[in-house]
């Protein structure tokens, strides 16, 4: 993990991947009878906090949000998977979080991993993101298998702990969907090809999403959200200053009304669905300028009858201490049920400063500019201002 300025952001994100592998494991304490007798075994933890404050500007205007909303003038969801939005008026609570890991290593070949992520928002207080046990098969191989983050997005490993990147947060247009982690296994290898390092990893699994968070965006009264049958893959290449990653995730899902227990039917009649995800990020670093970049795809097939994409753009320069970054990202849908589905088409422009003020804390000061070509409008257009402070221990 990077702890200083003097670091290139591509180390500290590098380091970041790396620390949740690294981790501990007090939820599989049964296993520790796996440590190999007199292998000296060590217990650590480390963690992260963000404190945000921010408030959203501009015109009153329709939206299609829960009703909870209608007082506001303006809405910006700037965390769909969390169901996290900015309203006009100032707030503390909304992307504020804390998250502790710890890092127990078994023997040379077993370890575990456990990370519990605290936020301010309404019933979000206490989140399990991470739950897993390690083996390696070899210097090269590794399966996991557990509670992990859902490998989406490039960020994904490490999306809440703000100081690993240059904004307050990963552009909303791409880093949101309704489900946030997995339970299952993956097996994952790192190795060199020459000047170029390698990382690639397959996953499958499955998550149940009760009282889904981003479901409250839409309604005050959340129904439960499964995928299942997850299955996906990622190949990360790394050549000096640049970076390559490739994802692929497939699913079905359904969900499940929590007063009845019953299935809600899709737009079709049917009560369950196909879909898939595809993401590219390519990113470099050289000298004091970082660019970062992801495309994807997203198709909910069949009975969810929609299509989406969306991308960003950031490009970063840092002048000592400082970093200045600039960055647009968008998401669009098309639906195959124009008269009860209505679609998302949002676009966001965002300046951001961040300042180095010690070794693992960073101040951060953002303007977002959204524009909202929906019709209707999904939340309407605004304007958000967010300072933010972010700190690694």
């Keep these: 993990m990077r702890m200083d300025a003097c670091v290139s952001r591509a180390s500290l994100q590098a380091s970041m991947r790396r620390w949740r592998s690294r981790g501990p494991g007090v939820l599989l304490l049964a296993l520790a009878a796996a440590a190999r007798p007199g292998f000296a075994q060590e217990l650590r933890a480390s963690g992260f906090a963000s404190l945000v404050i921010g408030r959203s500007s501009g015109s009153c205007q329709t939206h299609v949000l829960a009703s909870r909303y209608d007082s506001s003038c303006t809405r910006y969801v700037v965390d769909w998977g969390h169901g996290a939005v900015v309203t006009n008026d100032w707030a503390a609570d909304v992307e504020t979080r804390a998250g502790l890991q710890l890092d127990w290593r ?62 307050v947060r990963p552009s909303p247009d791409v880093y949101g969907w309704d489900v946030v982690n997995y339970n299952g296994a993956s097996l994952s290898t790192s190795q060199n090809w020459g000047d170029w390092s390698v990382r690639a990893e397959l996953y499958t699994g499955s998550e149940n999403s009760k009282k889904n968070p981003y479901s409250r965006l839409f309604s005050d009264e959340p129904p439960d959200l499964r995928w299942s049958g997850i299955t996906g893959m990622s190949v990360e290449l790394n050549q000096d200053w640049f970076t390559a990653r490739l994802s692929y995730t497939r699913s079905n899902f359904d969900i499940r009304d929590r007063s009845s227990n019953q299935r809600v039917e899709l737009f079709d009649g049917s009560t369950k669905a196909s879909q898939d995800f595809f993401g590219l990020a390519l990113n470099a670093d050289w000298d004091a300028w970082q660019w970062r970049s992801e495309i994807g795809k997203a198709r909910r097939m069949d009975a969810a009858g929609y299509d989406s994409s969306f991308y960003l753009v950031t490009l970063g320069r840092q002048f000592g201490d400082f970093t200045l970054t600039v960055g647009h990202s968008a998401y669009k849908e098309s639906t195959d049920y124009p008269n009860d589905y209505t679609v998302v088409k949002l676009a966001t422009t965002s300046l951001t400063l961040r300042y180095d003020v010690h070794k693992g804390g960073a101040l951060k000061l953002q303007f977002d500019r959204v524009r909202d070509r929906g019709n209707p409008v999904f939340t309407g257009a605004a304007r958000g201002l967010h300072v933010a402070y972010d700190l690694v221990f």
């Design 106 to 167: 078994l023997s040379n070949q077993w370890s575990a991993t456990a990370q519990v992520t605290a936020r301010t928002l309404k019933d979000q207080s206490l989140n399990l993101e991470w739950a897993y046990l390690s083996y390696e098969i070899s210097p090269e191989w590794k399966l996991q298998v557990g509670r992990k983050r859902m490998p989406l997005y490039f960020y994904s490993d490490f999306q809440d702990v703000g100081y690993a990147y240059n904004t």
